[in-house]
């Protein structure tokens, strides 16, 4: 048998088939390794792509809720008023009617979370500060709405100032007294929340956004006075 392969390789089928074996051995590892690296490629350029887009995105919202901020800055000392006002009727007697006691439509943004799948390759192409920049921009928009919400669940506590739901008791006025302290923290809360993320916007070289040209809204400005916020019954206009 052995006689049979040195004469099969000898005679030079057996070098034939040993490099044409070779070669397609080359030629398969080649591609599988080409294949490979293009795959990873392409991956690489998905993720970059998403992370180029997330970064914008969050960049849209944090100038979007700024500008929303200062919609509430200007109507802040309006709401402060009319609730010192109704805090006061508390004892005096004063009634006032419905359209006295409304809270206007509250206009609000926020910065949405970055999904953690690409948060790691987010910090690797802008920086652990611009991260947690982000994400410190995502706390105080997330929990300057929930503060609005409290402000308006505090607010609508004040109906019984109006006369319609008859004389006032001991409990309805220590119930109202609480909703309006609470209250009052509640727009601290939110001029200070708007502070901030104004702060966080400018070590970002981020502006406020007047105008969603493009994304699907229309534009915010706040309101020119207090009297256009209580006739309107908004804090927010569409034209500065």
Not at 33 to 46: K, N, T
Request: proline content about 5%; glycine content about 8%.
């Amino acid at each position: 048998m052995f006689r049979t392969v040195r004469h099969w390789w000898f005679e030079g089928n057996g070098q034939h088939t040993a490099r044409l074996f070779v070669f397609e051995f080359v030629v398969v590892v080649a591609g599988v390794l080409v294949a490979q690296s293009l795959g990873e490629w392409m991956h690489d350029r998905e993720i970059d792509r998403q992370v180029t887009e997330e970064n914008a995105r969050v960049e849209y919202q944090i100038g979007r809720t700024q500008q929303f901020d200062r919609v509430w800055t200007a109507a802040a000392p309006c709401f402060r008023e009319r609730m010192l006002s109704m805090i006061a009727a508390i004892d005096s007697g004063h009634r006032y009617p419905d359209d006295y006691l409304t809270l206007p439509a509250l206009a609000g943004y926020t910065v949405e979370p970055i999904p953690p799948a690409v948060a790691l390759p987010m910090r690797d192409k802008y920086g652990a500060k611009r991260m947690e920049e982000f994400f410190a921009a995502n706390v105080i928009a997330e929990r300057d709405l929930t503060v609005a919400r409290d402000l308006g669940d505090q607010w609508t506590k004040f109906a019984l100032l109006n006369p319609r739901y008859g004389t006032l008791e001991g409990a309805d006025r220590a119930s109202m007294r609480a909703a309006g302290a609470q209250a009052l923290r509640d727009l601290s809360r939110i001029q200070l929340a708007a502070a901030a993320l104004e702060t966080i916007g400018k070590r970002l070289r981020i502006a406020p956004i007047a105008s969603a040209d493009g994304h699907g809204g229309q534009a915010t400005f706040p309101a020119h006075s207090c009297d256009e916020i209580w006739r309107t019954g908004n804090i927010a206009r569409s034209s500065p």
